[in-house]
């Protein structure tokens, strides 16, 4: 899940990475968060085995967000994969 805890909603671009983590995964390219709600994200392996929980991070632009003039703020996101088996 992510939150925003601020009053203006967020829209996130996925910045693309080359590391083994990103390339396991299969993560939204786009992501908007509204304002003082939290919402799920479903990041999904992709093919391959893992039988021990990963750890990895994922960068996104928030596009409505500018630090300085037409520049975006970056984020960097922790995730963590833990497989669980199916029920």
Not at 22 to 46: E, G
Not at 71 to 85: D, H, K
Request: net charge positive.
């Amino acid at each position: 899940h992510l939150s925003n805890s601020s009053d203006i909603p967020m829209t996130l671009e996925r910045i693309p990475g080359e590391t083994a983590f990103q390339k396991m995964i299969d993560a939204p390219q786009q992501l908007t968060i509204p304002a003082q709600r939290t919402v799920p994200v479903r990041i999904r392996r992709l093919g391959g085995q893992i039988t021990t929980p990963q750890s990895g991070r994922l960068a996104y632009r928030v596009t409505n967000f500018l630090v300085a003039p037409e520049q975006e703020l970056e984020v960097t996101l922790p995730v963590e994969i833990v497989i669980q088996p199916a029920k």
